[in-house]
């Protein structure tokens, strides 16, 4: 069974201490929990204290993005190593929000996907379409696109190298969730791509929905046999949304769905 995944994407929110304030607070929440993983994504001037915070718990902390290149002349960009040496072990890298407003191409999240693969950070890859996409019935096109260009050439071997996320851009932010057939039938097409393209051995890739997700409507997404946990926004800025969020997939982590 693939452990599910609770994440928070805080995104460019939260002050300093009240991302300190929030850490402590998930951080004894999630004391004593085994059955699934959590992990934040926090304003990169956190990282080293959020880390410091989660630190003794199973809490897991990221970037929301990084340059692949090592080092250099790249103003106001971080490289895989300054995410690690802060205490961070995954990144977020495709993010619809990165995609769209900064202009993020294929090419480029594909160094990126490759820099924290062989460094050593855990990548989740967002990926997902736009409303006039999925209205025009180019859902499995776009996936299919940006699929093969963040992934090209990329070694995955050992294969649980990434993570995936699929984030339709319409549902990020709008409070509109896709509804759990939709992302579904969506996350399954996702899990057959990559088993086409690297074998049945990447069958257990983790894929997490994101786009909407709250406490109302975690559990029927949840249950979803493709969907293996959640990227959230809003969600994630309250331990008490975001609690909640986290109580709803032990529940289902405990039932063995
Ligand atoms: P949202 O954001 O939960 O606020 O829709 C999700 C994301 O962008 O990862």
Known sequence: MRKLLIAGNWKMNLGFQEAIDLSKKLANYCKSIKEIDVAVFPASPYIFQVAKEASKTIIKVGAQNMHHEPKGAFTGEISTKMVLTCGGSMVIIGHSERRHIFNENNEFIRDKVKSAIDNGLMPVLCIGEKLEDRENGRTSEILDYQLSGSLKDIDLSPLDKIILAYEPVWAIGTGKNATPEQAQETQAFIRNWMITKFGKGIGDVRIL?????????????????????????????SIDSFGKIIDIALEIAKEEK
């Open 209 to 237: 929905y994101g786009g909407s997700v709250k406490p109302e409507n975690a559990h029927s997404l949840l249950i979803q046999e493709d969907i293996d946990g959640a990227l959230i926004g809003g969600a994630s800025l």
